[in-house]
């Protein structure tokens, strides 16, 4: 592709996500529209939707940004509704809508219709993620999509190559397939433990910014290579590293981890805003290839698979809820809360992406003897009309049925007063090691700094807890944000000051640079207190 094809699609991807911000529409559904719309522009080149390049390049660093900032914790405290739905129910919609295409679908093969169920079959992480943080679902429903989709796409991966193996004559029947499973997962969690210790040790040897990050860019890449070439998962390889080095990355450097967010921050917006515009993009390479299958008989095609998809993943998710809680007095107790409603927005919160149609478009032209692969152009079709379907009307529909449901979401007075309660029992031991130092002959401070340190201290443990207080009746503010609303405008009139020394030549730019820095962190200082 040439680069200014490439360059429209990021800068246009880009202006339609920042858009989106200002609308109520989530962003992937406003980029899919776009591409939709966009595909058939006079001017715009084809961009069809390469494998090598989404499986490979795409995906790790998107499976990496989501499982860093994924909680390891809670997702080890969920690991039974995790695998459930990642490694069973994508089993299961392999098996149920691949028969159920089996029967809709007059003279298709039972082994290509499962190629079918195995591409459709797992929810998309990229769409899961971006969904459960513009909606504010409850903690507990974030934490379980956000697992089954890090994890769903090795086990649909392997059932894929499995089913493709069994189309064209390189099947080893059941037995192999299951022992190919068990390499690919646990192979794939063995590279990646393999790495992940190594690699934390090399983040927190490296005390250069840039060399860390780097690294940090490359890390995705890596693990997913590695895992490959030994026929293992890469998905689940770069999935066990991110979760380790995000559960680690308080022992690497201050100055690493705030240019490792901004870094991450930016490739994921630019990446999930590419992706899903690309699906869009993708209807005349789909339509030009699907031939004989067109008018009312595809639509049909399509709707009754999208309703299998549909259909398949309430009739895992309910059981999957219910049925170990009638089996176990223990998960009883632990999760007494559950409700009908929670397997509702799990069941409904299926939405499909781009690793559906990179997977479609991976399927081989021919079986062995040179004959054409058995309908893939009608798999491609319904392919992308399921990932369409889901992303459409499930996410269109899925706020609207939060709220229907009356969902409780996080509650905020409670998180601020435990953030409160930490800061304050954190402020304490520092105080002690502050007190502690300074009976140090050799740590002697002068009055004033000794006290400066003080009001850090006492500075940093109030201001939680002036978030609960009172606010201004005047402005709406509380103590806290009328604080840092001061010390932003007192730092931008220091700012101009310095930029007009900086005009009259009394100090030069390299000068205002090192001024600029230190008022750009005392405000980014002031702006993270108020919304961490």
């Known amino acids: 592709m040439e680069v200014l094809p490439l360059v429209a699609l990021v800068a246009g991807c880009a202006v339609v996500a920042g858009l989106a911000r200002r609308t109520p529409v989530p962003a992937p559904l406003l980029l899919v529209a776009a591409g939709l719309a966009a595909a058939y522009v006079p001017g715009v080149p084809e961009y069809a939707l390469d494998p090598h390049i989404v499986l490979p390049l795409l995906l790790p660093p998107l499976l990496y940004t989501a499982a860093v900032d994924s909680s390891y914790l809670d997702l080890r405290a969920n690991v039974r509704p995790v695998a459930l739905l990642s490694v069973g129910y994508v089993l299961f919609a392999t098996l149920a809508v691949g028969y159920a295409a089996y029967l809709v679908v007059p003279g298709l093969p039972l082994t290509a219709a499962l190629v079918l169920g195995a591409v459709i079959a797992p929810p998309d992480a990229v769409a899961a993620t971006a969904i459960a943080r513009r909606l504010g679902l409850p903690p507990r429903i974030t934490t379980i999509l956000q697992g089954e989709s890090l994890v ?37 969690v063995g590279v990646g433990l393999l790495l992940m210790v190594p690699i934390h040790h090399l983040r927190t040897r490296l005390k250069e910014p840039l060399l860390q990050n780097t690294l940090s860019l490359l890390i995705p890449f890596v693990a997913y290579a590695a895992a490959e070439r030994v026929h293992a998962s890469g998905v689940l390889a770069v999935v066990v590293v991110a979760l380790y080095l995000g559960h680690r990355a308080w022992q690497v450097d201050f100055a690493t981890r705030l240019q490792e967010e901004a870094v991450w921050k930016m490739v994921a917006f630019l990446l999930e805003s590419v992706v899903f515009a690309l699906i869009g993009l993708q209807l005349p390479v789909v339509l030009e290839g699907l031939g004989r299958y067109s008018g009312p008989e595809a639509v049909w095609y399509a709707v009754a698979i999208f309703l299998a998809v549909v259909v398949a993943r309430f009739v895992w998710v309910f059981p999957a809820t219910f049925l170990p809680r009638a089996l176990s007095e223990r998960i009883r107790d632990r999760e007494p809360d559950t409700t009908w409603k929670a397997p509702v927005i ?10 559906s149609l990179a997977i479609a478009f991976s399927i081989p032209l021919t079986v062995d003897g040179g004959g054409p692969f058995p309908y ?157």
């Open 152 to 188: 769903n796409d090795a086990t649909a991966i392997t059932a894929y190559k499995v089913a493709v193996a069994a189309v064209v004559g390189e099947g080893a029947g059941w037995a192999g397939g299951i022992a190919e499973f068990l390499l690919a997962s646990v192979g794939g």
């Open 376 to 532: 893939r152009d009608l798999i491609l079709f319904l392919t992308f009309t399921t990932v369409i379907g889901t992303l459409v009307v499930q996410g269109l529909t899925l706020p609207p049925l939060i709220r229907a449901l009356r969902l409780p979401g996080r509650d905020e007075r409670a998180a601020t007063l435990a953030e409160a309660q930490a800061q304050s029992q954190a402020s304490r031991a520092a105080e002690e090691r502050l007190e502690e130092l300074l009976a140090d002959p050799a740590n002697e401070l002068p009055q004033p700094l000794a006290e400066r340190l003080r009001t850090v201290l006492e500075r940093r443990r109030n201001a939680v807890w002036e978030r609960l207080g009172g606010v201004n009746p005047q402005t709406g503010e509380s103590a806290d944000d009328v604080y840092r609303r001061l010390s932003r405008e007192m730092i931008s009139a220091e700012r101009e000051v310095f930029v007009a020394l900086r005009d009259a030549r009394r100090i030069d730019d390299e000068m205002l640079r090192v001024l600029l820095r230190r008022l750009d962190l005392e405000e980014a200082a002031a702006y993270r207190e108020g919304t961490a």
């Open 346 to 355: 799990v069941g409904w919160a299926g939405m499909r992406g781009v690793v």
